[in-house]
């Protein structure tokens, strides 16, 4: 029998860290953690993004974290700590599980980024390409 989205969010809690928001404010500084947004453009120009987050939709993520890829982004080759995050918690969730399996030391954020913005934590808007 297939597995449903369920099974691989419990798969993916078993190996993966979730962190609280609580702390990811206080760390937003850390020059060790680098926070990843890895929602569609259209949900971070709606709703904002938490500031200093790397933007790294969902869909590309495997091609810009492989170095062998021509898509390959240098910003997952930093050995840092990568804390990712969507709306609620579900797809960054998947997406560190995914991450880590690649060599990353990555966590997902509890509540993700609807949580972080009803806490009243701060918020910055999508910067705009130019």
């Known amino acids: 029998m297939a597995k449903g989205y369920k099974d691989m969010l419990a798969e993916a809690e078993?190996?993966?860290t979730s962190v609280e928001g609580d702390e990811m404010a206080a760390r937003l500084q850390d020059p060790e953690i680098v926070m990843v947004d890895i929602r569609d453009p259209r949900e971070l120009e709606r709703e904002g993004m938490i500031p200093g987050a790397f933007h790294a939709p969902r869909g590309m993520l495997?091609?810009?974290?492989?170095?062998?890829?021509?898509y390959?982004?240098?910003r997952f080759a930093e050995g840092k700590t990568y804390v990712?995050?969507?709306?609620?918690?579900?797809?960054s969730l998947l997406a560190a599980r995914v991450a880590q399996e690649m060599g990353l030391q990555a966590r997902s954020l509890r509540g993700g980024f609807g949580g972080w913005k009803t806490a009243g934590r701060p918020?910055?808007?999508m910067p705009r390409r130019g």
């Open 72 to 74: 390959h982004k240098p």
């Open 14 to 16: 078993a190996v993966v």
């Open 123 to 125: 918020v910055a808007e």
């Open 62 to 70: 495997e091609f810009w974290i492989d170095p062998d890829s021509p």
């Open 84 to 91: 990712f995050y969507c709306a609620s918690g579900w797809r």
